[in-house]
């Protein structure tokens, strides 16, 4: 991990702002109050225990200042993309431009796909900021669990249903 030297001062003046106890360590409910979504409201609790679950790798339930810095790097890249597709501001994406979206981040998703996730993570066909916050964190975690297993680098995996179960409820809330 970093040093608190590499921690730009904004981000650490939010840690301090949000550690309350001043434990060094900030908790999912702590992190909720600590971000903002595009809309100017709280993420919820989904988005953050999520959020939360990505950098706190030893399970204890808290993340520190470097972690954090981590973590909010990550939101604004997809908080950018969101904001790109979002292009009437309503805080919704369409089923079209998520596509566009996860595009942009790489992806490259069927039509099917898509429209599964839509119908998932949307209402009538549209995401909300913290719905596209939610499986763009699902999408990295299943992400990361594939690559480890993929060691032929040529997208499959062979996996036992233990394995498989162990990734599906660590990468879930």
């Known amino acids: 991990m970093g040093t608190e030297g590499t921690i730009s001062p904004q981000v650490q003046q939010w840690f301090n702002a949000v550690d309350k106890d001043r434990s060094g360590f900030i908790t999912a409910l702590e992190l909720k109050s600590a971000l903002v979504n595009a809309q100017g409201k709280t993420f919820s609790e989904t988005a953050c225990s999520l959020m939360m679950g990505?950098?706190?790798?030893?399970?204890?339930?808290?993340?520190?200042?470097?972690?954090?810095?981590?973590?909010?790097t990550y939101i604004n890249q997809w908080l950018a993309v969101f904001k790109t597709y979002d292009t009437d501001q309503s805080g919704h994406i369409e089923e079209e431009e998520l596509s566009k979206a996860l595009s942009t981040m790489g992806f490259r998703f069927s039509p099917?796909?898509?429209?599964?996730?839509s119908k998932r993570w949307g209402q009538n066909k549209q995401i909300s900021v913290d719905n596209f916050?939610?499986?763009?964190?699902?999408?990295?975690?299943?992400?990361?669990?594939?690559?480890?297993?993929?060691?032929?680098?040529?997208?499959?995996?062979?996996?036992?249903f233990e394995d498989f179960l162990n990734i599906a409820l660590s990468c879930s809330v």
Request: aromatic share 14%; hydrophobic share 40%.
């Open 133 to 160: 916050i939610v499986l763009c964190i699902q999408i990295q975690r299943f992400t990361e669990a594939f690559r480890v297993r993929d060691t032929q680098q040529n997208g499959t995996v062979t996996i036992g």
């Open 54 to 72: 990505m950098f706190d790798k030893d399970r204890t339930g808290h993340i520190n200042v470097e972690e954090f810095d981590k973590l909010y």
């Open 112 to 117: 099917d796909f898509i429209g599964f996730l």
